[in-house]
């Protein structure tokens, strides 16, 4: 994909994510979403197992299963639908993903500036701080607009 339709398309996905932005300050029931739900509605675990077309032991299990992190979201969407609900699975980013591409861009260019600073300091050519501020922010520029592959080889 041409890096300015990449741009585009992490605008429209980050505007889209805001919606859910609201949800990452949200944790889910202590007692997990499957038991919450089934107690508020009054449903017993039996009544829950004939609507899931399972035997009744296998409802404790479920909600162990789902509070240790190991039940399948195929499991979760046929839970919330016998619970007339909607089983939501999102990826909400911590920032923006603009954020998250200029941040990783920052750790390429600090990198890059570093071997050059150093090389330049042993010539006696190195910037001066404000200098080397702004070549970094021009760095940052250039790798967000042209999104090289190698901008994510290094870890966060």
């Given at each position: 994909m041409?890096?300015?339709?990449?741009?585009?398309?992490?605008?429209q996905?980050?505007?889209?994510?805001?919606?859910?932005?609201?949800?990452?300050?949200?944790s889910?029931?202590v007692?997990?979403?499957i038991?919450a739900?089934?107690?508020?509605l009054?449903?017993?675990?039996?009544?829950?197992?004939?609507?899931?077309?399972v035997?009744?032991?296998?409802?404790?299990k479920?909600?162990?299963?789902?509070?240790?992190?190991?039940?399948?979201?195929?499991?979760?969407r046929?839970?919330?639908?016998a619970l007339?609900?909607?089983f939501v699975?999102?990826?909400?980013?911590?920032?923006?993903?603009?954020e998250?591409?200029?941040?990783?861009?920052?750790?390429?260019?600090?990198?890059?500036?570093?071997?050059?600073?150093?090389?330049?300091?042993?010539?006696?050519?190195?910037?001066?701080?404000?200098?080397q501020?702004?070549?970094?922010?021009?760095a940052?520029?250039?790798?967000?607009q042209?999104?090289?592959?190698e901008?994510?080889e290094?870890?966060?």
């Amino acid at each position: 994909m041409l890096p300015k339709y990449k741009l585009i398309a992490r605008q429209q996905l980050d505007n889209t994510l805001s919606y859910y932005a609201a949800l990452k300050q949200n944790s889910p029931p202590v007692k997990g979403w499957i038991r919450a739900i089934r107690e508020a509605l009054g449903m017993s675990g039996k009544q829950l197992a004939k609507r899931l077309n399972v035997s009744q032991p296998r409802i404790p299990k479920l909600e162990r299963d789902e509070l240790s992190g190991v039940v399948s979201i195929k499991t979760m969407r046929q839970a919330a639908e016998a619970l007339d609900c909607v089983f939501v699975y999102a990826m909400i980013p911590r920032t923006t993903l603009e954020e998250t591409v200029r941040a990783q861009a920052r750790k390429v260019a600090d990198a890059r500036t570093q071997r050059v600073s150093h090389t330049m300091l042993l010539e006696a050519q190195n910037l001066s701080d404000q200098e080397q501020s702004a070549s970094i922010d021009a760095a940052v520029d250039e790798l967000v607009q042209e999104m090289p592959k190698e901008l994510w080889e290094s870890k966060p």
